[in-house]
RNA sequence: GGCCCCGUAGUUUAAUGGAUAAAAUAGAAGUUUCCUAAACUUUAGAUAUGGGUUCGAUUCCCGUCGGGGCCA
């Protein structure tokens, strides 16, 4: 497509010299897909000439598609309206490149330019809660994210950088040691994260009816939110952590053990993975050899009181605490450790943060503070923000509790399927395990999908109702297109007709619809490129979508076993397997599992 | 208080400065002796507001109103 683009744009240049004398260079030369309700495939703006070849827009088209369909053997023929010159390519023209397409696809797709080295970090969840519906977006923009990248050529490393430290887990585990009874996953049959979750509630619960109890005797709120006993021993325990005392070592290690199993667990079912797992309590200690670094090379500058900032103000930001005057770090002195740490375990061109957008700020003054280090990785730095998720009834609270489970919703959704499923009795002939595994693909194909459709900058609203909808632009109505060309190729082999590109190499002309089809499905690299340039799996998403919707046309209008001529037959065959193959492919990049039937 | 982001059909989302603003869903009306109707077709409906730049603005700039976030 790109080939074919950029030949139309090279004989559009050619035209403008010859009809206008006037030098215009082809690269500079911005070629539109032609609306749907108008002939023709690339649109031409003539607008913009008008001032410099001295002649209307209309006039400029004309001329323009009078010389394209004389000399650029592709153009079919062309039609002007206003300033728009549509021009229309030759079936042959999209046979050909449909032809190409057959004999190497996969191959060419990840062909964009410079192979990179990227490490994409996503996830990254506290280990004193299981994950929840946010948590979902995160993980499954990073995997695609990731997936897509490697798509375009470059080289990735999915990071997880696990917060498995600090006061919020000291105190899942004051609770656990207090109303814990020697509960276990096992004896309470209750998953690893969701215990250590509920222990985290408890402390809550505790501490606020202690907090009550203080105000009540006269406390102010303040004081007494610091000197509830709870919160007490809860830092006690974090400096006893931290001094590495073996008794709640022991716990904690237990206690994250139970988190970790239960995380797999979820990470399993959502189909999400990692190559490099870090820990914050192997890294929470790194960066503070980079504050010595900036305060050596004077770009950090040291308060009366010990604690070490860096002025930011050249840089539009403020100055910024990098280590208290006690020396003890805040979150971006870690931040500048394990940005270091992974330029070291990888040295990456690129360095992907998934987190969200109120942490915009954060991800600013980080990468500045890495530009004043002089680091070079700095530039490499990328804030992949994304917008939080909210309910139709408003933002996700836990203090009201109106947080979304992820292993609930998923549960949820799985039923969902399975209802929907057996409703409509098409799957008969499945085994138990089968219908299972159906299931679970359509599940996870109608949550990812909604998730992952809208564009990741954005903030979104996650309507339970519909996002386990089947129909419109879900994850299900693409799965279900794959679907139904797996039972056209299966009927097709049972037929034995031949679909391989010698069996239609005499077909010349197309249906409307087949050529709708042949043109997207030329769009697929670029799309792919488009994708992995903006980090957006969204643009995937919709290319599917879109894909799904050219078919289900072509699908009604011609219907394809009908046809007696036996090299039509065949192209139609072979178009079906090709974008039964492209949404595969497409749906892969967002982790979703296509079905042979559904 | 300072800084940042967002306002598009009833609703959820699209639109490198280009055409009559595109879909989905909800609404109305249709399509199955024929490959999966979880599909397809038709229909009605929107750029918060006031200016500016431009041949042309949902897009860029300024003000107003409304929503969200960050920094203490």
Redesign the pocket.
Known sequence: MKQLEAQIAQALSQALQDTFQHAFPAEQI?L?P?????A?TF?F?T??FTKALGKGPEQIGQALGDSLVQHAPQVAGYNV????L?IEIKDSVWLQLFAEQVSQFGADLAKTGQKQKVVVEYSSPNTNKPLHLGHLRNNFLGYSVAEILKAAGNDVVKANLVNDRGIHICKSMIAYEKFGQGETPESAGIKGDHLVGKYYVEFDKAYKAEIDQLVAQGVDKEQAKKQAPLMLEAQEMLQKWEQGDSETIALWQKMNGWVYDGFNATYTNIGVDFDKFYYESNTYLLGKDRVDEGLAKGVFFKKPDGSVWVDLTEEGL?EK?LLRADGTSVYITQDLGTAELKYEDFGYDQSLYVVA??????FQVLKAVLKKLQKPYADGIVHLSYG?VDLPSG?MKSREGTVVDADELVQEMIDT?RQ??DE?G??DGFTPEEAQQLYHT?AMGALKYFLL???PK????F?PE?SI??????G??VQ?TH??I???QR?AAEMGIQSETSAFEGVTDLHETEREVLVLLNYAEATIADAARNFAP?IIA?YA?DM??AY??F????????ETNAQKLSFRIALSRQVAQTIKRMMGLLGIAV????
Do not use: C, W
């Open positions: 911005n539109q032609t609306r749907k309700e108008f023709g649109t703006v607008f913009p309206v206003k300033g728009f549509n403020d605490l957008d109120e942490q915009n700020y954060h939080m933002k399927a929907k499923t409509l098409k799957i359509l459709k809208v564009d954005k903030r979104m609203l309507n519909e909808e089947f129909h419109g632009n879900t299900p109505f279900y679907a139904r797996a039972a056209i009927k969204s919709q979508f799904a919707k289900n046309r699908y009604t209008e011609v219907p394809i076993f009908q079905p042979e039937r559904m």
